[in-house]
């Protein structure tokens, strides 16, 4: 680019020192052909370097983007990779938490039953298969009782309660619902 500068500034010189005396017609005519075709040439490199420049400021740009972009991206993952612990953990302490209560609830209802000897629920008779007679209890459920509670509650199987009532797998109790709790 500086060679360019000094051609120019040398042809310059030429043609404004006077030896056009000198130089024939052809000369000088080939002179400012090739003076012409270098000022071409420098604003064609001149649009070049812009260009160039301009490339070279949205290469930058990227850059710094891409820079900054995986920091955030490891820095968002972290955060998210600690939340999602915390909530494993809170998943976990609440399913713990969760059965604590159904035990405790279990065992309290258990020792309410052993300790009234069945005073909340009314001892009675039912006839079971084969026109036999089965001793045991009638339990009014409550709110919150699971079939395996009651069961537990009574030290008796759930499949015999379910069988005592007629009751086939999937089927459901409801509040206030009456049931035949056999004796062991």
């Given at each position: 680019m500086k060679a360019m500068w000094v051609a120019m500034?040398?042809?310059?010189?030429?043609?404004?020192?006077?030896c056009v005396t000198m130089m024939d017609d052809k000369s000088l005519a080939r002179q400012q052909a090739d003076f012409d075709a270098m000022q071409t040439d420098i604003a064609a490199l001149k649009e070049r370097l812009n260009v160039i420049q301009v490339e070279q400021q949205a290469l930058a740009r990227d850059i710094e983007t891409l820079r900054r972009t995986p920091r955030e991206d490891?820095?968002?993952?972290?955060?998210?990779d600690q939340i999602e612990q915390q909530i494993?953990?809170?998943?976990?302490a609440r399913e713990a938490d969760r059965r604590e209560?159904?035990?405790?609830?279990?065992?309290?209802?258990?020792g309410l039953v052993?300790?009234?000897?069945g005073s909340s629920s009314s001892g009675r008779s039912?006839?079971?298969k084969g026109g036999g007679t089965e001793t045991g209890y009638e339990h009014t459920v409550k709110a919150g009782e699971t079939m395996s509670a009651?069961?537990?509650?009574?030290?008796?199987s759930v499949s015999a309660v379910m069988k005592a009532n007629n009751m086939k797998a999937g089927d459901k109790i409801r509040v206030g619902q009456k049931l035949f709790i056999p004796a062991k």
């Open positions: 500034v040398a042809v310059a010189m030429l043609l404004g020192s006077g490891a820095a968002a993952r972290t955060r998210l494993h953990a809170l998943s976990a209560i159904v035990d405790e609830i279990s065992h309290k209802v258990a052993n300790a009234s000897g039912s006839s079971g009651i069961a537990q509650a009574y030290k008796v």
